[in-house]
């Protein structure tokens, strides 16, 4: 495979091998910045849509939302029960157990609406929620 390469190529392949820690980051906030180019989960190199020389368009506004139960008022914790109850369809010991262990996604997919609503039921139960 090395026949086929560039000498261009080879020679940008090897100064990028020799980067020290601090200027391989350097390059990562330059690539983003000018070009939006930044490195994704199991290093693969994406661009923004776009592309070029382009500045990296501003994130486009997310249309599904997940609601995320982070914590519980123990005081509320009934109420919080049955709220997740109704919005998930689980039994009362598996909601118990769901509420018992936060962290997790009450619901996910839901328009901005769908989530914000869930969200202050949650939370006008005694639920402390996030939305991803």
């Not at 849509?49 to 990296?56: K, Q």
């Not at 997940?66 to 009362?92: F, H, N, P, S, W």
Request: glycine share 12%.
């Amino acid at each position: 495979m090395s026949d086929t390469l560039s000498a261009a190529v080879k020679e940008l392949g090897d100064k990028l091998a020799g980067l020290s820690l601090k200027d391989a980051v350097e390059l990562g906030k330059y690539l983003k910045d000018t070009y939006g180019i930044e490195a994704a989960a199991g290093g693969a190199v994406m661009m923004a849509a776009g592309g070029g020389g382009a500045a990296a368009p501003k994130a486009e506004e997310k249309d599904s939302f997940d609601v995320v139960l982070k914590g519980v008022d123990a005081a509320k914790k009934i109420q919080v029960i049955k709220v997740v109850r109704e919005a998930t369809g689980l039994g009362l010991a598996e909601a118990k157990a769901f509420v018992d262990a936060p962290g997790k996604a009450v619901k996910t997919g839901l328009s901005k609406d769908e989530a914000e609503k869930l969200k202050k039921t949650l939370t006008e139960a005694g639920a402390t929620i996030e939305l991803a």
